[in-house]
Nanobody, 121 residues
C-alpha cells in the first residue's frame, strides 16, 4: 500500500485547509487510515482516523470540533478538513494506515510522506 499526502502550506490563524491522502496498491476494504502529526521538537501525535469499512471516525481531543476526517471510496482518498487553525497546529502531517477493522490507527503499518502545515499568528 502506498500513501500520497498533499495539501499542506502556510496559512494564518483562523484559516481553513484540507489535506488529502490517496491510497494505492492492495488496499481492500478492511483498513484504517488517518493522520499523525509531529510538531518541531515534539513527539508524533495522533490526529484523526477513519474506518474504511464503516466510516467510523476518531479524533484527538486537541482537534475535536475543528478537524473532520472523511473518505472517498471511489478515489481511495482520505481527507482532513481543518478549520479554525491555530499556531499550535503547525506540524508535519503524516498520512498512515493499517490493515484490519475498527478505528484505532495504531500501530500504523503504512506511512505516506509528510506534508508541512505552518499556521502563523
Amino acid at each position: 500500500v502506498q500513501l500520497q499526502a498533499s495539501g499542506g502550506g502556510l496559512v494564518q490563524a483562523g484559516d481553513s485547509l484540507r489535506l488529502s491522502c490517496a491510497a494505492s496498491g492492495r488496499t481492500g476494504s478492511r483498513y484504517v487510515m488517518g493522520w499523525i502529526r509531529q510538531a518541531p521538537g515534539k513527539e508524533r501525535e495522533f490526529v484523526a482516523a477513519i474506518s474504511w469499512s464503516d466510516s467510523r471516525t476518531m479524533c484527538a481531543d486537541s482537534v475535536k470540533g475543528r478537524f473532520t476526517i472523511s473518505r472517498d471510496i471511489g478515489k481511495s482518498t482520505v481527507y482532513l478538513q481543518m478549520n479554525s487553525l491555530k499556531p499550535e497546529d503547525t506540524a508535519v502531517y503524516y498520512c498512515a494506515a493499517r490493515s484490519g477493522l475498527g478505528v484505532d490507527l495504531f500501530p500504523p503499518k503504512y506511512w505516506g510522506q509528510g506534508t508541512h502545515l505552518t499556521v502563523s499568528s
